[in-house]
């Protein structure tokens, strides 16, 4: 008798991609919207994104949403503990631990949650972690887990990364982009991403953290041909009768960067 | 008469149906320095003198933030009031993670007022030595409680807990009906004002208080020094003319006030 597998799993893929910059004084976190079970969409307008409320520290997660919403509880209240034990906020290298900590501690049962932290550590600079399911760690200048980070990850190697360790010391733990020139990298790679990767698309929600606060960006992925006439029909009809005819002309060199691939920075 | 034969456990009745060792347990409530705390509809206010031990040390913390919603002042031994803090902040938490939504003051209280009458009924045990005036805020508005070493919680619009606390109660006394509809300011008013009769004779300076506030739209955060000694400013200086005392000095805390109450001796401590 051949032994019987389980045809029931815990565990599910909600799919989706998150990333994360950092630099010299930001940190950019980014992740998709799409939330999927197989080959259907459960929803075009899930976040994956949490903010620790930490001093600066954010997290996104990719994986299983279910497994990623508990995780985030729990960080939610070991935060409050800490803060009621020590006075003030933890700090996001502590907060990097105590997700390690947290994730190790189901070593034998795991979160299934992809995990990228970014924010600003105790001197103002970026900071992105990087985990894996069961905690272990690593600081680094960028990252991207989840369904696209197959994809993602080369790209930002090859842009971000330092050309060889032998030549000059690696440098690559911040990124000497300016923080519109990173935003503007997150949106030329989720829009590659989007278009190889069935479970990353409809919005990307960016979350620019600097030392004066957080700012959050969203913007449409790329969408089928058929939408974009609609919304572009729509529009249309709306603005040649506010602004005139500069305003379609407008429009219609935005849709052909849509159907042309382009980011949408280059209009 | 009796009570040497009855007091020595606290599983022991008295003859006449009363449980010695709980009341000695409210009694050390009556040591502690004095906790006052006041609500309106919309918001609560903590506030407590600060006793040090010596000139050199610093003074004992005697409020404590729970949560956003939920604070708590304490009188006694403060070690319990500690203990039973953390246990309360715990509570909250766990609400909070399992429900999503803050904890309700009432239901805090109870589990209070449960773990307390614990202690009165092991023989391995003693009650907690510190009386809690849990004041938080919600969705059935604000709410003040006080916590009995025995197990018992009433709730009140205004009360005051700890040594020299009569003087407190009756000034409170005297104006807790408008306190439903106070303003935010004046509520903090009233309660510096409790704080200084408990004071007796002694000037009211910033350094001698701590008041808390928490209410609709205002998580629980303590006030600073300087918003503490302006309030005081605005009617510490009414004394002072009435005095008749020349010198308006700048901070208006040394000047007529102290001689003004100081003529009354210093009250002997609450029974």
Redesign the interface.
């Known amino acids: 008798m051949t032994k019987q597998h389980a045809n029931w799993s815990p565990y599910d893929n909600n799919g989706g991609t998150c990333v994360a910059i950092a630099g010299s004084d930001y940190c950019v976190i980014a992740a998709d919207t799409r939330m999927s079970t197989g080959y259907s969409i459960l929803s075009r307008d899930y976040s994956k994104i949490h903010n620790c409320k930490a001093d600066k520290a954010v997290l996104s997660s990719s994986g299983f949403q279910a497994d990623v919403k508990a995780l985030q ?2 960080l ?2 070991r935060h ?2 800490y803060q ?1 034990q020590h006075n003030k906020q933890m700090s996001c290298p502590a907060m990097a631990q105590l997700l390690s900590n947290t994730l190790y501690f189901k070593r034998f049962f795991p979160y299934y949650a992809f995990n990228v932290l970014g924010g600003l550590d105790e001197e103002g600079k970026g900071c992105v972690f990087t985990y894996d399911a069961v905690g272990s760690y690593e600081k680094v200048g960028y990252s991207a887990q989840g369904s696209g980070s197959t994809l993602i990850m080369p790209f930002l190697d090859n842009q971000l990364k330092s050309p060889s360790p032998l030549l000059l010391p690696a440098q690559d733990a911040i990124t000497p982009l300016s923080e519109p020139e990173a935003v503007d990298l997150v949106k030329t790679v989720f829009a590659s991403a989007t278009e190889r990767d069935i479970y990353t698309g409809d919005k990307l929600e960016i979350m620019i953290l600097k030392a004066d606060g957080i700012r959050t960006e969203v913007m449409e992925l790329r969408k089928t041909l058929s939408e974009c006439w609609q919304h572009t029909l729509s529009i249309v009809l709306i603005r040649i009768s506010t602004l005139g005819s500069l305003c379609y002309l407008e429009l219609c060199l935005k849709f052909s960067c849509v159907v042309n691939r382009f980011s949408f920075s280059y209009l | 008469m009796f009570r040497n034969q009855y007091d020595t456990d606290v599983t022991t009745w008295s003859p006449t149906g009363r449980l010695f060792q709980v009341e000695y347990a409210m009694e050390a409530v009556k040591q502690g320095s004095a906790a006052i705390g006041l609500r309106s509809s919309s918001h609560v206010v903590l506030a407590c003198v600060n006793k040090a031990q010596s000139e050199l040390s610093s003074h004992q913390k005697k409020i404590f ?1 729970v949560d956003d919603h939920i604070g708590v002042a304490i009188a006694g031994l403060t070690a319990d009031g500690r203990v039973l803090s ?1 246990y309360m ?2 509570e909250s ?2 609400h ?2 399992t429900y999503e939504s803050p904890l309700p003051v009432g239901r805090l209280v109870v589990h209070l007022a449960d773990k307390a009458q614990v202690c009165t009924q092991r023989s391995w045990k003693r009650p907690y030595g510190v009386g809690l005036l849990v004041g938080g805020l919600d969705e059935s508005g604000a709410h003040l409680y006080y916590n009995c070493p025995s197990g018992n919680y009433f709730e009140y619009q205004a009360f005051a807990i700890g040594s020299r606390s009569q003087a407190a109660k009756t000034y409170l006394e005297r104006r807790f009906e408008s306190f439903a509809d106070s303003s935010r300011e004046d509520l903090i008013k009233d309660a510096i004002l409790a704080v200084r009769e408990t004071l007796q004779g002694e000037t009211l300076k910033s350094s001698l208080c701590t008041v808390s506030v928490l209410g609709v739209g205002e998580p629980f955060h303590f006030l600073d020094q300087e918003a503490i000694q302006k309030m005081i400013d605005t009617f510490e200086k009414v004394p002072e003319e009435e005095e008749g005392e020349a010198e308006v000095a700048a901070p208006a805390e040394q000047g007529g006030g102290a001689d003004g109450l100081g003529d009354q001796d210093v009250a002997p401590m609450e029974m």
């Open positions: 509880k729990v939610k209240s409050l503990v009621h | 933030k953390r902040r715990s938490i766990n909070s993670f």
